[in-house]
């Protein structure tokens, strides 16, 4: 099947009778007639037993979302946050670290550098234009993983995610990849070599800022036998004495990532959530098509423009990761622009508070255009110094093109301009 198709048809085949839609099981247990029949469950989970970690409704999305990304197995998390997370704590053990791109999302940032950090697990940053041999410098004896954006939120650099997985590899460690801006339909990161996806669906794969959701995708091709893990070989005393990669072969991450980690943390997706996240699965590639037509033209118009100092979108010719992004993005670099307006921090505040169509919100990604001030929101907490360090300006706007008709969102920009000198 076509990714389109997939969209629609991956995950669930009903049987005679059986409802067309993904039905909701709004039910955290399940019924057996044998107490022989549950201690087999423990020993191979093959059917539900208990929503914290597994459920009907999530499973067809897990095994949908699976499919788009080309991979063997998905499980799905209540955030974006608790994907990056249960991602990096199924590697990574107290005494161990690993390697990021320092351009990814804020928040993930923090979960890193921070909360990471008071568990013993030190994230290591990179420059995510970093050569092969910057990146050398910064592998330690005791690195376990390296991850990266394949679109970074909000500096927009393309990651090269070849570059990064030779890296990985040839230290016999696993390249993530947090694919939420560009989604499977723009860019599929296995494809590439890396080794797992995470996302927040939250964003364009919802796209309608109706609930919030992330995941986790195994590509089933790293060898976890390869000495670096032995979580992965060696008998799991908490689960039976199970050893991953010899009970579950390819499965082997995706699985302990369920078995252990879901298990003891429980930040799984509710049915309903789940349910909703479909819904927007099943529109994913018609929206993301016209994301990047509309970003496409909003961003030309916004490069002419006389108040505007700067754009930053991969899709310009003149854009530092161009080149980049005609590899790795080749249909479109998805819906997010950031620029900055002449006049500083002032003229900013000024322009998005005259706006009308475009919402000011904490978001990103919505099927409706909206914007959002970095240095008095997501970045607030840096001085001066340290935004103008990670490329922020006081005049920057991050602009997510929404669906709305081209010529409204424009219009709408016209209108903030307008309130600027
Ligand atoms: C929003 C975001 C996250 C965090 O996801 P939540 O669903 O908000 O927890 C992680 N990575 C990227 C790239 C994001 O944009």
Redesign the pocket.
């Known amino acids: 099947m076509k990714i389109e198709t997939q969209c629609l048809h991956a995950g669930y085949t009903p049987k005679n009778g059986e409802p067309r839609v993904v039905p909701i099981v709004q039910s955290t247990t399940y019924c057996f007639d044998s107490t022989e029949h549950i201690a087999q469950l423990f020993d191979m989970p093959t059917e539900f037993m208990y929503s914290r970690f597994a459920n009907p409704t999530v499973d067809a999305v897990e095994k949908k979302i699976a499919a788009l990304e080309g991979g063997v197995g998905a499980m799905c998390t209540s ?4 994907a ?1 997370l249960l991602s990096i704590l199924n590697l990574c053990n107290a005494g161990d670290s690993f390697i990021a791109a320092s351009t990814i ?1 804020g ?2 940032i923090n979960l890193f550098a921070v909360t990471l950090k008071k568990l013993g697990i030190e994230c290591i940053f990179v420059n995510a234009d970093a050569s092969e041999e910057e990146l050398e410098q910064a592998f330690r004896q005791n690195t376990r993983a390296v991850f990266g ?1 394949t679109l970074a ?1 909000p500096a927009l650099a393309v990651l090269d995610i070849e570059k990064f997985a030779r890296f990985a590899h040839r230290h016999n460690v696993p390249l993530i990849v ?1 694919n ?2 560009a989604t499977p339909i723009l860019c599929r990161p296995f494809e590439f070599g890396a080794d797992i996806i995470v996302h ?1 669906t ?2 364009y794969m919802d796209g309608h800022a109706v609930q ?3 995941v986790i995708v195994d590509a089933g091709k790293f060898d976890w036998a390869n000495g670096n893990f032995p979580d992965f070989v060696e008998p799991d005393e908490s689960y039976h004495g199970v050893s991953y990669t010899k009970e579950f072969g390819a499965m082997a991450y995706i699985i302990k990532a369920r078995m252990q980690l879901m298990r003891d943390f429980g930040c799984y997706p509710a049915a309903n959530s789940a349910f909703l996240l479909n819904l927007g699965l099943e529109t994913l590639p018609v929206r993301m098509k016209q994301y990047c037509e509309n970003a496409n033209y909003v961003a030309k118009f916004l490069e002419t423009h006389k108040k505007v100092a700067s754009v930053n979108y991969p899709g310009l010719s003149g854009n530092k990761y161009h080149a980049l992004a005609q590899k790795y993005l080749p249909n479109g670099c998805s819906g997010v622009i950031s620029f900055s307006i002449k006049g500083g921090r002032k003229n900013a505040v000024l322009f998005m508070d005259h706006l009308e169509l475009a919402s000011n919100v904490v978001h ?1 990604a919505d099927i409706r255009t909206c914007v959002l001030h970095p240095a008095s929101a997501t970045h607030r907490q840096l001085t001066e110094e340290q935004l103008v360090a990670a490329g922020i300006d006081g005049g920057m706007i991050r602009l997510s093109v929404g669906l709305e008709n081209k010529d409204d969102i424009i219009a709408d920009l016209e209108k903030g301009f307008s309130f600027v000198e």
């Not at 955030?79 to 608790?82: N, T, Y």
Request: glycine share 24%; aromatic share 10%.
């Open positions: 955030s974006g946050q608790a990056s999302y928040g993930t954006e939120n947090d939420t801006f927040s939250t964003k919030g959701g992330g990103v």
